[in-house]
């Protein structure tokens, strides 16, 4: 029997999206730094702006370094298509503001990066979107949190603090039942480890500020499409399947049978909200993503270095990572990402707030820094820094104890880790 | 637009204007498991340059009720049927793939009806392999693979659309895929069983145009040949590096074929 050709992770990082330079033969993808296109004739132009012909016509719309990125993305998830957004939080709020209105409800996720939930808990209501949040363990309370009015589930793949596994098959199958799409943040796994439209989800966003950059030069997020959703069956969404006056009268999903979600996405949301990508950034993000496969790989190979002393060390009394026996979605995560649970993650330390001050302060190759994913190791203690203004109490609300300490690990040599967090630790215990 | 052929509820996609009687009509037919949208791009420009464009969902594809025709000739049948439903007496028929035979069968049974003919990947006779009838007898979603596969050139397997951020064999499955069973069998078998193409080529009076992928493993140029020698009017655009997706490959080459074809062949200006 014949085989069908498709291409693997590590090829599809080096090359989807992009053709060598027809001008000049540049092998690296072009950087198209120019805000304009010229048009050949008035026809043409016309024909470009009503979607008569492909092509650019003003990079907040379109670009072709940003295209080869967006491309790029797709094939790796295996999705139709992506948009390229200014940051990771761009590409949620492009998400919601193409598919919902005033008047709309969302279920999410309890555990989420923090921006994401002040976008969701404090930010939407102000334009009428309400979120209901939900324990990501609990799949039924996601299916209880469902109201008539509801028009997305969203969560991470990984949940942040507690590294949550989202049960990504069996919430995707209670949104669908409910003529619902489910929306992931995939920042933590990267298709590298979990492709998650292959497990129901419907849209995919990604921070590419993080592990897909991985260099932490540039900022940027990623909208990717599965692409799978039947806008129209479900009924509820209005903004795809039915006339758009700000586009001739189009109706998206009469329009393109897959891919009408991104249609409206650029046609509206990237063109009037205008959170658009640089294509200087989307270069960047794209020589990290050439990389991906060999990076996460040390990555993981790091990170179970480290999970490993620090499970042994007497300085921790818990490490919260998904491949321990003691997590609490041990059994879902080795299903669902059975290449690696990601490099950030976050253990306890014993001796509360000072033990982590001292812990922090000794370091000398960990950076102690607000951001997650990058090449070098970032540590950062949470009740000394982004949530120092709570008490114990309050901190124990949020999942997160006085001895707290995040930690993303990068592709530094694991030995030389190991040892500058085992002269930290030491240091840490000293009183 | 819906309207109803042989009470089907049927869909046709107009760029969502509405049809308009003194403009010269041009009907857009889809191949095997696709629908009206593979031609959204050159149907849409033709709807914004005078014409009545016209791209159908077939019977079983898209938004078109009814179960998939499984003959060329029962195909033909029902695109004159849906031509009386929208009221459309003559008009120019571009077709891919299978549709490519369906605007054929029609051409050559209803000689007055058929301005202008063209075959976008094409071959005549269209053989299909055994390992995609095998497959797609099963249902088997191998038989999508292997269509995205042989479908693709070299270069389409990576990217490089001209259409921003969209990945083409991503959109190609997510479209094969929502077929329902059985469409894709009876698709194939339409074309493999088709055996009257030659003879129909001679009945064909109207111009003809062959746009043809030059790496097209589907549809290779060479099998198309046998046919161009049969039609009393044909010119043949062959595109360079194309693979058999030729309107997602090289949208804009298709569409400058096509309005070459038809600003070179129209009897009345638009």
Redesign the interface.
């Known amino acids: 029997?014949?085989a069908?050709?498709?291409?693997r992770l590590d090829t599809?990082s080096l090359?989807?999206?992009?053709?060598p330079d027809a001008e000049f033969g540049a092998r690296a993808q072009p950087i198209y730094y120019t805000t304009s296109y010229v048009f050949p004739d008035t026809d043409h132009a016309?024909?470009l702006f009503?979607?008569?012909?492909?092509?650019?016509v003003y990079s907040r719309?379109?670009?072709p370094t940003?295209?080869?990125l967006?491309?790029?993305i797709?094939?790796l998830e295996?999705?139709?298509?992506?948009?390229?957004t200014a940051s990771g939080q761009a590409a949620l709020h492009l998400a919601i503001a193409t598919l919902m209105d005033a008047g709309s409800h969302i279920v999410a996720s309890g555990s989420l990066y923090g921006g994401s939930h002040n976008l969701l808990s404090y930010t939407l209501p102000r334009f009428g979107i309400e979120t209901t949040f939900v324990n990501p363990r609990d799949v039924d309370a996601f299916r209880a949190a469902i109201r008539p009015e509801t028009r997305l589930v969203f969560g991470e793949t990984l949940g942040n603090p507690g590294l949550d596994v989202l049960d990504i098959p069996r919430v995707a199958a209670l949104a669908h039942d409910a003529g619902l799409p489910l929306l992931v943040d995939s920042t933590f796994t990267t298709p590298y480890l979990m492709r998650p439209f292959e497990l129901g989800a419907d849209l995919i966003f990604h921070s590419a500020t993080k592990f897909l950059g991985g260099h932490g030069v540039a900022i940027g997020g990623l909208l990717v499409d599965?692409?799978?959703f039947d806008w129209?069956k479900s009924g509820k969404f209005p903004t795809l399947t039915e006339?758009y006056e700000g586009f001739?009268?189009?109706?998206f999903t009469?329009?393109?049978?897959?891919?009408a979600f991104?249609l409206r996405a650029?046609r509206e949301g990237i063109r009037d909200f205008g959170a658009c990508m640089s294509p200087m950034n989307a270069f960047q993000i794209m020589q990290g993503i050439e990389t991906l496969g060999p990076r996460m790989q040390r990555h993981i190979e790091n990170a179970r270095a480290v999970v490993k002393f620090l499970d042994a060390s007497d300085a921790v009394s818990h490490v919260v990572y998904p491949e321990l026996p003691s997590h609490p979605d041990h059994e879902l995560a080795a299903k669902l990402l059975p290449n690696g649970c990601g490099a950030v993650f976050s253990f306890e330390l014993k001796g509360g707030r000072d033990a982590g001050r001292r812990f922090i302060e000794t370091l000398k190759i960990f950076s102690h820094l607000a951001n997650v994913g990058d090449a070098k190791s970032l540590v950062i203690h949470p009740a000394t820094t982004t949530h120092y203004r709570m008490d114990a109490a309050a901190l124990r609300k949020a999942g997160i104890a006085e001895g707290t300490v995040r930690l993303s690990i990068g592709l530094e040599a694991a030995d030389d880790l190991i040892e500058d967090l085992a002269r930290a630790l030491r240091a840490s215990q000293k009183v | 637009m819906f309207t109803t052929v042989a009470g089907r509820k049927t869909y046709a996609y107009t760029a969502n204007k509405p049809l308009d009687s003194s403009l010269p009509a041009i009907v857009f037919v889809h191949g095997a498991a696709n629908d009206h949208s593979v031609w959204s791009l050159q149907s849409r420009y033709f709807a914004y340059h005078g014409w009545s464009a016209l791209a159908v969902d077939l019977p079983g594809h898209g938004r078109s009720e009814g179960a998939a025709l499984d003959s060329i000739a029962a195909l033909a049948q029902w695109l004159v049927a849906f031509l009386d439903a929208v009221n459309v007496t003559q008009c120019y028929i571009v077709g891919h793939s299978m549709g490519s035979l369906v605007g054929l069968e029609t051409a050559a049974r209803h000689p007055s009806r058929v301005n202008g003919l063209a075959l976008v990947g094409t071959a005549v006779p269209m053989q299909v392999s055994d390992v995609l009838l095998k497959t797609s007898a099963a249902n088997d979603h191998l038989a999508y693979e292997l269509i995205n596969t042989f479908a693709h050139s070299p270069r389409a397997q990576l990217g490089g659309n001209r259409v921003p951020g969209a990945w083409m064999l991503g959109n190609n499955m997510r479209l094969m895929e929502r077929s329902a069973n059985g469409t894709l069998y009876a698709d194939f078998s339409a074309c493999n069983d088709y055996k009257d193409g030659l003879d129909a080529a001679k009945k064909v009076q109207c111009p003809v145009l062959m746009i043809l992928g030059q790496r097209d493993l589907m549809t290779p140029p060479r099998a198309a040949s046998q046919a161009a020698g049969s039609f009393s009017e044909v010119r043949t655009v062959i595109l360079e590096g194309a693979g058999h997706s030729l309107m997602s490959e090289q949208p804009d080459a298709v569409l400058d074929a096509l309005i070459g074809f038809v600003d070179t062949t129209r009897t009345t200006p638009a």
């Open positions: 029997m014949a069908s050709k498709s291409y599809l090359h989807a999206g992009q053709q016309a024909s009503n979607m008569e012909r492909a092509g650019h719309i379109s670009n940003n295209s080869a967006e491309e790029r797709a094939a295996g999705g139709v298509g992506a948009i390229a599965g692409g799978s129209d006339p001739h009268g189009m109706v009469e329009e393109s049978t897959t891919a991104l650029r």
